[in-house]
């Protein structure tokens, strides 16, 4: 691995979706109880699933692997809407081990697993939820730099998606459906920015095989944060001057739909 596990760090980074597999050669894997799930693409492997309390175990016998997908924060707080803390691992730990043992007879540990999905996310809470949708109209307005997709994420947010399987959601909290009612009455007007991320984590922000224990590093939660906020132009960091004017110009013909191209270059250039 390419990364340096460091725990400590301030940060103000949960960890929601996150899915975690393991090599499993099984030739006598009993499926009882388990749902069988057909492949959604020609050429994709068939598997089983099984839900147990707040964890989803899958097993594709063509890959002989095992798969658990879930939200850190919500197994551990009951609710993705209460941040998940590094301090909690154990908590995270015993739970997905417990689960597994509990449908397989034997053990399978975080350690020896590896991370195949990755959701990392901010809240930021605002004083009203009329200036947090204003939030979430900038989001909409800012343009796109760079080669991705970008579309309305429901009426409240704003989405953003990479071929890599890079995905940027910035969205009101308080609008998720999925929310129980007990805590939207409760929840401050919250903007999420969530990254997520599949394969492109893996293979190119962090490394090719990383161990479920980043659950426990923040440090890298951080560094994985960051480099998908700058991918997506989102970082604050200093653009290129080809990126930074084409930026510019892009936001003026948004503000001055009426004005000729030559005027708006003219304007690009007085700002710059």
Same mark, same amino acid.
């Given at each position: ?32 109880? $388990? ?27 063509? $890959? ?20 998940? +803390? ?11 081990? %417990? =689960? ?5 007879? !034997? !053990? ?5 697993? *590896? ?16 200036? =947090?949708?204003?939030?979430?109209? $900038?989001?909409?307005? !800012? ?34 459906? =999925? ?57 604050? +960091? ?8 084409? =930026?510019? %110009?892009?936001?003026? %013909?948004?503000? *001055?739909?009426?004005?000729? *191209? ?11």
């Amino acid at each position: 691995m390419n990364y340096i596990m460091t725990r400590y760090v301030e940060t103000d980074l949960t960890v929601d979706t996150v899915t975690l597999q393991w090599t499993y050669y099984r030739t006598d894997f009993n499926i009882t109880g $388990w749902k069988y799930n057909p492949p959604k693409k020609k050429g994709k492997p068939d598997s089983y699933y099984k839900k147990v309390n707040d964890v989803v175990l899958v097993y594709l016998p063509h $890959w002989n692997m095992l798969m658990t997908s879930f939200s850190a924060s919500k197994i551990v707080n009951g609710c993705n809407a209460i941040p998940y +803390t590094n301090n909690q691992y154990d908590l995270v730990k015993e739970k997905i081990e %417990q =689960a597994i043992q509990s449908e397989l007879g !034997h !053990h399978l540990y975080i350690e020896s697993s *590896y991370i195949s999905r990755f959701d990392v996310n901010k809240n930021i809470e605002f004083p009203s939820i009329e200036e =947090a949708k204003e939030f979430i109209k $900038w989001a909409q307005k !800012h343009p796109v730099i760079g080669k991705y997709i970008k579309n309305p994420y429901g009426d409240n947010g704003d989405y953003r998606r990479m071929k890599t399987g890079l995905v940027l959601k910035i969205y009101l909290k308080n609008e998720d459906p =999925a929310l129980p009612d007990e805590i939207k009455r409760i929840l401050p007007p919250t903007v999420r920015i969530e990254t997520e991320c599949r394969k492109y984590f893996r293979k190119k922000l962090i490394g090719k095989q990383v161990s479920g224990e980043i659950l426990k590093y923040p440090a890298i939660w951080k560094q994985f944060y960051d480099a998908t906020l700058d991918k997506f132009k989102l970082g604050g +960091t200093i653009l290129n001057f080809k990126d930074y004017k084409n =930026a510019v %110009q892009t936001i003026l %013909q948004f503000e *001055y739909p009426n004005n000729r *191209y030559s005027t708006i270059i003219k304007k690009v250039h007085t700002l710059i």
